[in-house]
T-cell receptor, first 111, second 115 residues
């Protein structure tokens, strides 16, 4: 079946790195995504990774994918207070285009 | 700004009523997806349209329906509303049919409150 799991909360200090983890079940997912949701706002696509890649870096963001363990992580370097938000991991269900989302991880950044 | 627009931003109505939520995709995007975000269910896929045709359905209730018009805007109709339908409804658009990287760009959402 299709299921995506995330831890619910992460608290870090400003300037530290944040690592948000996600596990998924659909081994046929070809793309995995990270979205950010700020209070009262829609979802902002941060980055995505193709399933045949192990890593993707985009400025302060690094995505790591362990396909064998179906584990995805998002690392935010030099975390800022503006990074405080809910982060959603999502997998693309095979050939339907629909996204299956995790419950979201609330990132709290303390000054 | 994702380029996806949704109206209205907020909607307050009573049980038993019917409402219509509207979405305009990004220029050039042919796919429109509808999602529901609630505290108990999280973010759930409802339905996908591509160039006017329904392509996939998720856990969409029979009381809900959607369509995509020739100008590619989409409407989600919710009828016989119940308290449990209170949620944030998001529309997302993408260029592709559902294959490839299929990056979906989300609108700001419509917050529906059923009293």
């Amino acid at each position: 079946g299709e299921d995506v799991e995330q831890s619910l909360f992460l608290s870090v200090r400003e300037g530290d790195s944040s690592v948000i983890n996600c596990t998924y079940t659909d081994s046929s997912s070809t793309y995995l995504y990270w979205y950010k949701q700020e209070p009262g706002a829609g979802l902002q696509l941060l980055t995505y990774i193709f399933s045949n890649m192990d890593m993707k870096q985009d400025q302060r963001l690094t995505v790591l994918l362990n396909k064998k363990d179906k584990h995805l992580s998002l690392r935010i370097a030099d975390t800022q207070t503006g990074d405080s938000a809910i982060y959603f991991c999502a997998e693309s269900a095979s050939n339907t285009g629909k996204l299956i989302f995790g419950q979201g991880t609330t990132l709290q950044v303390k000054p | 700004d994702s380029g996806v627009t949704q109206t209205p931003k907020h909607l307050i109505t009573a049980t038993g009523q019917r409402v219509t939520l509207r979405c305009s995709p990004r220029s050039g995007d042919l796919s429109v997806y509808w999602y529901q975000q609630s505290l108990d269910q999280g973010l759930q896929f409802l339905i996908h349209y591509y160039n006017g045709e329904e392509r996939a359905k998720g856990n969409i209730l029979e009381r809900f329906s959607a369509q995509q018009f020739p100008d590619l805007h989409s409407e989600l109709n919710l009828s016989s509303l119940e308290l449990g339908d209170s949620a944030l409804y998001f529309c997302a658009s993408s260029v592709a049919l559902g294959t490839g990287s299929n990056e979906q760009f989300f609108g700001p959402g419509t917050r529906l409150t059923v009293l």
